[in-house]
């Protein structure tokens, strides 16, 4: 299956998102390949902070990431589709030929959204992009994502969201959460991160339940 996760919104945490679903899957025995799309390479640079991390140890990195932008994101992925169980592709927070080719080639497509109006207002624009490019037999999904504790903000976003016919919101928050950049920038999931923090994996959890079931 193909994961896509995108978005036209930059600091929406695609790359969060993407790195810990890659990170799960593979934990889950799957062959998984971590397409980064976008120009800033972020994922990519979470894959090496890994590799460099579990160096020469038993818990090595089980996943493969390459970096493709463009045309050659479809047509490579297209070719290598095959070879996985899983892909998941990160592309960058803007309307980009890489978005658009990634979504081309998607089965399902993932929009966190931050539970603020400039993210918000972007859903008319994220709708367009679904309609023009999304094949008939994909999925689009929505979902709170770095939201607040309180839930001052979170209600109200996510009735907005659930405005657009064409892309289901999940019943799906993660929240804001410190324990999901220690984690990225130590190139781990959030689920292996010591200690622990409980209510980030039951959150990240139930998106996965979601996606994979």
Not at 35 to 64: C, I, M, P
Not at 168 to 175: A, E, G, H, N
């Amino acid at each position: 299956m193909i994961v896509v996760v995108g978005g036209i919104k930059g600091g929406t945490g695609k790359t969060t998102i993407a790195t810990n679903l890659c990170q799960m899957r593979a934990s889950a025995g799957k062959k998984v390949l971590l397409v980064d799309g976008d120009d800033q390479q972020s994922s990519y640079e979470w894959s090496l902070h890994r590799d460099h991390r579990f160096s020469g140890k038993a818990n090595t990195t089980t996943f493969v990431t390459v970096c493709l932008t463009g045309r050659a994101l479809y047509t490579n992925v297209i070719k290598m589709k095959n070879d996985y169980d899983d892909i998941i592709i990160d592309v960058g927070g803007r309307d980009s030929g890489s978005q658009r080719a990634a979504i081309c080639c998607a089965d399902i497509l993932l929009f966190p959204f931050k539970p603020r109006s400039i993210d918000i207002w972007t859903l008319n624009p994220v709708k367009r992009l679904v309609e023009e490019s999304l094949s008939q037999t994909a999925k689009a999904y929505s979902f709170l994502n770095q939201a607040d504790h309180q839930g001052i903000d979170n209600k109200d976003a996510l009735e907005v969201l659930k405005e657009c016919e064409i892309i289901k919101t999940l019943p799906v928050i993660i929240k804001n959460r410190k324990s999901f950049a220690n984690a990225c920038s130590e190139g781990l999931g959030v689920n292996e991160l010591v200690p622990t923090d409980e209510k980030a994996c039951k959150e990240l959890h139930e998106l996965y339940c979601y996606i994979y079931g």
